[in-house]
């Protein structure tokens, strides 16, 4: 209701205002857009959608390993972690031309973008799971006789999965934005590049319609990692 309410009055305002298509178009030109040029959309489409499934693998995975190793080597950690936060810092604009220079205008660079965005809130929510195991627990399995590695794969890795689920649903809607910032900068196809393509041309229906299909992507990629969720959490402190 809350999203028919403001496209209405997204609509009356167009039109009570006769504002220019190139200025801001109307959600009726926007759903014609859609529908002309789905062909073209949808194939573009699929390029974007390539890149956020192989980065936010990539990323999920990089960024577990990362926290499960630092984990296992907390000396380590403890001067990596430091760095890791220093790259966390630089801002995606400044890294996606470097990236664009060495990886070229394939998919590579936006799947490498993309995994960068994905890499620091699995990293760092993980790694606070695995650091935040209750203290009685940690202290039952002591006195079992479990050892350092043990503790870590039987113990603190499954009471730390929602944790990695949590920094999974954060960076599934962020994911979109690794691989449209990447296509920004150079790419032949896919949403970012329609959007780039558009905009040179003031057709701002246009980049709408791609606006509400990257929006689409993300929602729909954020559902999928809650499906998913359940049958990776069952383990929790409360359990």
Do not use: C
């Amino acid at each position: 209701m809350v999203v028919l309410a403001l496209v209405l009055l997204w609509q009356a305002v167009v039109t009570a205002l006769e504002l220019p298509r190139y200025i801001l178009p109307a959600p009726s030109a926007v759903a014609a857009r859609l529908w002309t040029g789905h062909a073209s959309l949808l194939t573009n489409a699929l390029i974007t959608l390539r890149e956020i499934i192989a980065g936010f693998a990539a990323g999920a995975v990089f960024g577990a390993g990362a926290a499960f190793l630092l984990a296992g080597f907390p000396r380590f950690g403890r001067l990596v972690w430091p760095a890791l936060v220093v790259l966390q810092s630089f801002p995606v604009f400044v890294i996606a031309p470097m990236l664009v220079l060495w990886f070229g205008f394939g998919m590579t660079s936006k799947v490498v973008m993309t995994m960068i965005i994905v890499f620091f809130p699995v990293a760092s929510n993980f790694a606070d799971g695995l650091a935040r195991t209750d203290s009685a627990i940690v202290k039952a399995a002591h006195l079992d006789g479990a050892g350092h590695w043990q503790l870590l794969i039987l113990i603190r890795l499954p009471l730390a999965m929602p944790q990695l689920f949590s920094g999974l649903r954060i960076a599934a809607p962020l994911a979109p934005l690794g691989a449209v910032v990447g296509e920004w900068v150079g790419a032949a196809g896919g949403l970012g590049f329609v959007m780039v393509q558009a905009n040179a041309r003031m057709q701002a229906d246009t980049v709408f319609a791609a606006m509400f299909i990257l929006a689409l992507e993300a929602v729909l990629f954020r559902k999928a990692v809650d499906l998913a969720a359940p049958f990776f959490t069952r383990w929790s402190p409360a359990q």
